[in-house]
């Protein structure tokens, strides 16, 4: 969804959204959150805040990210 804006979801529709995390992320509450929602999409969560707001994305959109950070695409966020 090239050049759309993604914006936050309402709290009603991530109630009973079962959420999981990263066996990577550390014990400080450094990780993101993900679950999957009806409709094929998946929200994403800071797990710090998680009553703050989640962005809802397409499995597509996902499997790309998914995807790129597996080829090392974004290895330039953590050096």
């Known amino acids: 969804m090239h050049g759309e804006t ?4 309402s709290a009603a529709r991530l109630t009973g959204a079962q959420w999981r995390k990263s066996r ?3 014990a400080v509450g450094n ?5 999957a929602l009806d409709g094929n999409e998946v929200a994403m969560r800071n797990s710090r805040d ?3 707001p989640a962005l809802v994305y397409t499995r597509a959109e996902i499997a790309a990210f998914v995807a790129g ?3 090392g695409e974004f290895d ?3 050096r």
């Open 6 to 9: 993604r914006t936050s979801t």
């Open 24 to 26: 990577h992320s550390g």
């Open 31 to 35: 990780c993101v959150e993900v679950a």
């Open 50 to 52: 998680p009553q703050g």
């Open 69 to 71: 950070a597996k080829d």
């Open 76 to 78: 330039d966020f953590i």
